[in-house]
């Protein structure tokens, strides 16, 4: 069993928000359909809080440091159907803290309403106060919104603590990960499996580098494939390797985590962020269909297919366990319903 005696982890504020343990289920009929004895999916779409998602394991790190800070709202910004912002807005509630929501306008091309369901239906509900940002793809734009927004309620008289996009602030969020990349080495050693291969998507890069940080932290090698679902893989893997980087050195641990760890695909992300492919959409039938997973367009739907796309190819060994990481994010599904009208009259 894995020891947390002198655990640097253990000495960053938390604020406990996720069903954790999640479980970590075989992927039964996908192992008798290609020969494979050990696939695996972690579950954490079912962290709880508002529907779940990998995003409660940042948000606990998140808001641990808040409250030590003594902030009373916190603000976030997000794609207009973020699961992030959604569970920032629903950690708050939880915590008794107020919260201020910043939706960026990155997914073009969706039809009427796309703003009126899936996550941000959930928004309205827990009624965080949303401001609308017209920028997509600009990070920095974005934070530094979201500080015009924190002076506006230092003005209030309030304490802000703002969670940033942009890569050059610290990876709190991470941490969660490293506890993610713990709960699995526990999860395959008491099934008597040693773990080989570990696929998740590539997005912020914070759940990335987390993972793969903590394998290292606790002595694994398993190999990471991250699947890029907003940039390419030469933009994605420099990404991945700074906030792996940071994270080493909060751990105290320089080093930790080398380029060559580090590995990004983006053979599946089509035309970019919130827009799936054919096999995108072919990857969430057959995790529906197969294995009774709801996975999502944006995040999950890519990197199953991804997942799906190595095991074809070879790339997850099986003399070891091959584990997808489910993030959640199945609200997304409800705004892009669409697709499958489309799929079905076609």
């Known amino acids: 069993m894995l020891s947390l005696t002198n655990d640097p982890v253990l000495g960053f504020p938390r604020a406990r928000l996720a069903h954790a343990p999640t479980p ?25 809080l508002a529907m779940g998602g990998n995003k409660a394991r940042q948000l606990e790190y998140y808001f641990g440091a808040a409250l030590a800070e003594g902030a009373d709202t916190v603000l976030i910004t997000g794609a207009v159907q973020s699961n992030f912002v959604r ?7 939880k915590l008794g803290r107020a919260c201020e929501i910043q939706l960026e306008d990155r997914v073009q091309g969706m039809p009427p ?5 899936g996550n941000t239906l959930l928004d309205r509900l827990l009624g965080v ?33 703002v969670i940033h996009l ?13 506890d993610c990349a ?7 050693e008491a099934l ?38 907003r940039r390419n893989a030469d933009q994605q893997h420099p990404r991945v390797v700074k906030r792996s980087r940071h994270l080493a050195d909060m751990l105290g641990r320089t080093g930790l985590v080398t380029e060559q760890d ?45 997942f799906l796309g190595l095991l074809k190819q070879g790339m997850l060994p099986d003399d070891g366990a091959a584990v997808f990481i489910h993030t959640g994010g199945t609200p997304g599904l409800f705004a892009y319903a669409h697709l499958w009208h489309v799929a079905r009259a076609s």
């Open 24 to 48: 970590m289920d075989p992927l039964d009929a996908i192992m008798r359909q290609s020969g494979h004895p050990h696939l695996y999916v972690k579950r954490d779409d079912l962290t709880g």
């Open 87 to 93: 569970m920032c807005a629903a950690a708050a509630r």
């Open 113 to 117: 309403g796309q703003d009126q369901t």
């Open 129 to 161: 106060p949303i401001h609308r940002f017209p920028v997509g793809e600009d990070e920095a734009a974005a934070d530094d919104n979201l500080e015009r927004i924190a002076n506006d309620v230092r003005a209030r008289g309030g304490k802000p603590y």
């Open 166 to 178: 942009g890569p050059e602030y610290p990876p709190l969020g991470g941490l969660g990960y490293i």
């Open 182 to 188: 713990r709960e699995i080495l526990t999860q395959t």
């Open 192 to 229: 008597g499996v040693p773990l080989k291969t570990v696929v998740v998507a590539s997005g912020s890069a914070i759940s990335h580098a987390g993972i793969l940080t903590g394998f290292r932290h606790y002595g694994s090698n398993a190999r990471v494939f991250g699947i890029c679902v």
């Open 262 to 306: 580090v590995i990004t695909t983006d053979a599946y992300i089509g035309e970019g962020y919130g827009k799936p492919t054919a096999g995108t959409m072919a990857a969430i039938d057959r995790a529906a269909k197969s294995e009774t997973l709801l996975l999502d367009p944006v995040y999950t739907g890519k990197a199953f297919d991804g």
